[in-house]
């Protein structure tokens, strides 16, 4: 039997003490008090207000993440000779050792025939490569971000990628929640947010779908429960029960801990992975047979809704219960909550996203927000959970194959410069193309590309046979040893954020923009990574054409992103007023969507039948973070709130567990069509019958390419797979 397991808590307040005390408490101390904004999540953190303040003024808002992020900038420099070592030395090495060996502090070059990295100086690591680039044809070359770097940095990035020629400009949203974007675009015309922080003081109702915050958004728990404690509900949908959603003891709160938490929700449904479209048809039937939507919003606001209907009342009750595994009477009771409900919220997360029907599922929850008019007021609206700190910003400041046409038409006519106007390569079709010898250079601003790709084998190859390839990065990881054995690789070290010569800023995925002032000193040998991508820039694009060296000011940035951005107007002075602000016309207080005539609009979709794409394997796998990791980062190898011991571990429904004549702590291996996973622990866990659970990024050797035909994105969570005991030999009998 497990322990009974309670999120946050002590454990949680001691654990962030020792990642201090391991760190320096000094060094924590000015980390975490200067106005910058939090390193890791999205829901955002820090800024001019102080370094752990939120938007609502409330202190202290920071969490054990945010310390985490500091734990692996606070180190100090790699030491020379690690670099003696092999690149399958530091293959060898897991994610966590490799993230730990310090802070890169020189430039590293690794020759095609090397097996070593060799520290490399500035100016002939940039030479190399502006020589690499333009020594190939533009359409030969991608560009890739991740959601660390600065709004700033992004913008530089994307307009010198297109004035070099080429549009294969993604980030890793195409990964996680493009999916969202997409799905929000279609039914109302925005791609983020639509409410504020203060929005969840005010709602009584907040869904939480596919997601576990209290792991990877854990000041979102504070929310929750503030939630329950108006009286207010909380419905998580999750096919997983996450202990961290049931109770959790929020660690600023004494009464929390000491009554040794907090319920979290007071509905939780459990559906069969990735039919999650047939539940919001359940939820929506519900409504509308006991006529408990909203007709006058539905009228005046909203497009499509007679073919909506159609498809509801279409829909039988045997269907939903036979696809999803739930009850009607369960769908009915959630149902209700939600017809009382005045204010509601919808949040969700990546178990929404990472499906082969991903802008599906965002565009029926849109729908079932639009049936009850939970969208245009204050206390109601959606929310997309997004990952990385400033992942929604790079998105938002150009980092993506192609821009609206106002947003080329404002970078050109403040610039002066003409840009291309194709639709470049996502990320997956990038890593393809490179598989066919299609690409020869790449350049990748942060993040690790390998291992939050899925196919783990065929990302390494394709990777591998790209010729040239630059990465930006403040440590070294595992996207940086693999998929090189065969190729050139040059690694720039970077600046973190918070040590920035000149303020970046970032945006949240509450739509608000944080100024970052920078200014630590921790090593010497660092560049900032609009320096350096101006440099780049400087090589590759004609000057007559533009001239990057005008942006090696964050400040003359900032005005081009003003000038030419949506709603970024107020960016161009806010290192002059201190003045953080929300994007203009993002947040709905009002129901008018940025549509034809300003409508929502209903979208159908058919419902997934997960079950007829099993084919040969009987189970169906979804990858999951761990309380000890932050996106491909780990920082521990056990998850406290699911009670692994480490992360080769598999997590399976007790029923599953005896059918298969296997018991706790067995071995067995996964196979999927696309890989294996052999050796992993069985962990008996709360997931219904035929789903599993296993860690990402680990189990991306069992995901395969195929991804949502809409978004692009591979279906990270919902993988048919085969569970196979491993015979153990000499202790048979
Ligand atoms: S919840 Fe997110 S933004 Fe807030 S302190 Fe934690 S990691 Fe930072």
Not at 221 to 238: P, T
Not at 368 to 386: E, I, Q
Not at 636 to 650: A, C, I
């Amino acid at each position: 039997m497990h322990k009974k397991i309670v999120g946050g808590g002590f454990k949680k307040v001691l654990y962030t003490l020792n990642t201090v005390r391991r760190i320096g408490v000094k060094d924590a101390a000015k980390a975490l008090a200067a106005h910058n904004a939090c390193k890791a999540c999205g829901l955002g953190m820090g800024g001019q207000r102080g370094g752990m303040i939120n938007e609502l003024d409330e202190f202290p808002s920071v969490c054990n993440k945010s310390v985490q992020a500091q734990s692996t900038d606070i180190q100090g420099p790699i030491p020379l000779p690690v670099f003696d070592h092999t690149i399958a030395d530091f293959k060898e090495l897991s994610s966590h050792e490799i993230e730990h060996l310090g802070r890169l502090g020189t430039p590293l070059h690794k020759e095609a025939g090397s097996d070593k990295f060799e520290p490399i100086g500035w100016d002939d690591a940039i030479a190399r490569t502006v020589e690499r680039f333009s020594a190939s044809s533009p359409e030969r070359s991608f560009f890739y971000a991740s959601g660390r770097s600065s709004n700033e940095a992004a913008f530089v990035l994307q307009l010198m990628a297109r004035l070099y020629g080429s549009t294969n400009i993604n980030n890793c949203s195409y990964y996680c929640h493009q999916a969202s974007g997409d799905g929000l675009a279609t039914t109302i015309g925005t791609g983020t947010s639509t409410v504020e922080l203060a929005d969840l003081g005010k709602s009584d109702l907040i869904f939480v779908l596919g997601a576990n915050p209290s792991s990877n958004h854990p000041r979102f728990i504070h929310q929750l429960k503030n939630c329950r404690e108006r009286g207010g509900h909380v419905v998580v949908i999750n096919p997983a029960k996450e202990p961290g959603l049931v109770k959790f003891a929020v660690p600023k709160s004494p009464k929390s801990l000491l009554m040794g938490g907090n319920d979290i929700a007071s509905e939780y449904l459990q559906p069969k992975i990735a039919t999650d479209v047939a539940v919001f048809k359940g939820i929506a039937k519900s409504i509308i047979e006991n006529q408990q939507h909203n007709v006058e919003f539905i009228a005046e606001y909203t497009r499509n809704f007679d073919a909506y209907l159609a498809d509801i009342e279409g829909t039988s009750w045997s269907e939903i219960e036979s696809i999803t595994g739930l009850s009607r009477d369960n769908i009915h009771a959630v149902a209700e909550v939600y017809a009382q409900s005045e204010n509601t919220v919808f949040a969700w997360g990546m178990g929404m996203t990472h499906h082969l029907h991903g802008v599906d599922n965002v565009e029926a929850i849109a729908n079932l927000a639009m049936l009850r008019g939970m969208l245009g007021k204050p206390g109601a609206g959606l929310l997309p959970l997004r990952g990385h700190s400033n992942i929604q910003g790079v998105g938002t400041v150009g980092v993506k194959p192609v821009l609206a046409e106002d947003v080329f038409s404002a970078i050109e006519n403040e610039l002066k410069i003409t840009l291309p106007r194709n639709k470049g390569m996502d990320t997956m079709a990038c890593l393809q193309a490179a598989e066919r010898g299609d690409i020869d250079n790449a350049l990748m601003l942060g993040g690790n590309l390998y291992a939050a790709s899925p196919d783990s084998q065929w990302a390494e190859k394709s990777l591998d046979n790209i010729p040239f390839k630059v990465f930006l990065t403040t440590t070294l990881n595992q996207g940086h040893v693999h998929g090189c054995d065969n190729s050139e690789s040059i690694i720039f070290p970077v600046l973190a954020r918070d040590e920035e010569h000149d303020p970046t800023s970032q945006e949240s995925m509450f739509n608000y923009v944080r100024l970052s002032d920078g200014g630590i000193d921790r090593l010497d040998n660092l560049r900032s990574e609009v320096d350096i991508l101006s440099d780049i820039g400087m090589g590759v694009v004609d000057k007559s054409s533009f001239d990057f060296s005008t942006f090696k000011q964050h400040t003359t940035i900032r005005h081009a992103i003003a000038k030419s951005i949506p709603g970024m107007q107020d960016l161009a002075g806010i290192d002059v007023a201190k003045k953080e602000f929300f994007i203009r016309n993002r947040i709905k207080h009002t129901p008018e969507f940025n549509m034809p005539d300003n409508r929502a609009v209903f979208i159908v979709n058919p419902h997934d039948h997960p079950e007829e794409r099993k084919a040969r394997h009987a189970f169906t796998l979804m990858s999951i973070r761990s309380e000890g990791q932050f996106n491909s980062i780990i920082y521990e190898e056990s998850d406290s709130y699911r009670d692994t011991k480490h992360r080769h571990s598999v997590l399976m429904n007790e029923d599953d567990i005896a059918s298969l004549g296997l018991k706790e702590k067995d071995k067995v291996t996964l196979r999927s069509d696309t890989g294996e996973m052999r050796n992993l622990d069985v962990v008996a866990f709360d997931l219904p019958r035929g789903n599993i659970a296993a860690y990402y990024p680990e189990a991306n050797v069992l995901v395969g390419q195929t991804v949502d035909q809409r978004s692009r994105t591979p279906a990270f969570k919902s993988v048919p797979v085969s569970v196979e005991a491993q015979v153990v030999i000499g202790t048979a009998g």
